[in-house]
């Protein structure tokens, strides 16, 4: 058995290739395959810090242990976990190779290992992908990138905000919402603002702070009204 050998990054074998993938538009060439050792979860050390959440589902464990291995260079991992999601969006024969379980595991490991090659994904991802592949996981990958994506933030001090109004906002609007909401985030946390658009809002606002969310759309206090009148007068 190799799996000491392949987590410390030893010597592949070299085979027939199996499958394509492209990330920003640019072909990532035909992959090779690396002979592929017998990976178990217990193989994966996990000796760093925990993340400042926890998450006990079997996703939230796996994140929790990469989150772990990787807790001194966060930033790198990060950035090579959010690529391989955009290749998964991007890519939908990428996507394939990823979550269907039937595909055969040396070759899903020969376009894994050829891609972060290229891509120079950092090694921590490279092992945690083929502990994955052993454990018949791949295809909970989306949303175990989407926990450590979490695990992240909340180590950065990053909170996300959503603001959601029937109409586009202004520059200025969106400004002001923006100051409204720092005041209600933890002191010294950084809001990651998105803004949406929903005609069915009518009119007001829907905020989601974290996991927090403030409705103020009319359709809201309209339907809250609505039940008001509709309710039996005593």
């Given at each position: 058995r190799l799996a000491a050998h392949a987590f410390a990054g030893g010597t592949a074998i070299a085979r027939a290739p199996a499958i394509t993938s492209?990330?920003?538009g640019q072909t990532l060439?035909?992959?090779?395959?690396?002979?592929?050792?017998s990976l178990g979860i217990r193989t994966?050390?996990?000796v760093g810090?925990?993340?400042k959440v926890e998450d006990g589902t079997l996703e939230g464990r796996y994140a929790t242990a990469l989150f772990m291995a990787s807790s001194d260079r966060l930033d790198k991992v990060y950035e090579d976990l959010v690529g391989l999601r955009d290749m998964m969006q991007e890519s939908n024969e990428f996507?394939?190779?990823v979550e269907t379980p039937g595909i055969d595991p040396d070759s899903k490991t020969v376009a894994l290992e050829a891609i972060c090659s290229q891509t120079k994904t950092d090694q921590a991802?490279?092992?945690?992908l083929?502990?994955?592949i052993e454990n018949k996981r791949m295809h909970k990958l989306a949303k175990m990138i989407e926990l450590f994506e979490g695990f992240y933030r909340a180590e950065k001090g990053l909170v996300a905000c959503?603001?959601?109004s029937a109409e586009p906002l202004s520059s200025v609007q969106q400004a002001r919402v923006k100051a409204a909401m720092e005041q209600r985030a933890e002191a010294g946390a950084t809001l990651l603002m998105e803004y949406k658009t929903n005609p069915a809002l009518l009119g007001g606002l829907v905020v989601k702070l974290g996991d927090a969310i403030l409705d103020q759309s009319v359709s809201t206090r309209l339907e809250r009204l609505t039940t008001q009148l509709m309710a039996p007068v005593s």
């Amino acid at each position: 058995r190799l799996a000491a050998h392949a987590f410390a990054g030893g010597t592949a074998i070299a085979r027939a290739p199996a499958i394509t993938s492209s990330r920003g538009g640019q072909t990532l060439g035909r992959l090779v395959t690396p002979a592929t050792p017998s990976l178990g979860i217990r193989t994966f050390a996990a000796v760093g810090q925990k993340p400042k959440v926890e998450d006990g589902t079997l996703e939230g464990r796996y994140a929790t242990a990469l989150f772990m291995a990787s807790s001194d260079r966060l930033d790198k991992v990060y950035e090579d976990l959010v690529g391989l999601r955009d290749m998964m969006q991007e890519s939908n024969e990428f996507r394939l190779m990823v979550e269907t379980p039937g595909i055969d595991p040396d070759s899903k490991t020969v376009a894994l290992e050829a891609i972060c090659s290229q891509t120079k994904t950092d090694q921590a991802v490279v092992n945690f992908l083929k502990v994955l592949i052993e454990n018949k996981r791949m295809h909970k990958l989306a949303k175990m990138i989407e926990l450590f994506e979490g695990f992240y933030r909340a180590e950065k001090g990053l909170v996300a905000c959503e603001v959601t109004s029937a109409e586009p906002l202004s520059s200025v609007q969106q400004a002001r919402v923006k100051a409204a909401m720092e005041q209600r985030a933890e002191a010294g946390a950084t809001l990651l603002m998105e803004y949406k658009t929903n005609p069915a809002l009518l009119g007001g606002l829907v905020v989601k702070l974290g996991d927090a969310i403030l409705d103020q759309s009319v359709s809201t206090r309209l339907e809250r009204l609505t039940t008001q009148l509709m309710a039996p007068v005593s």
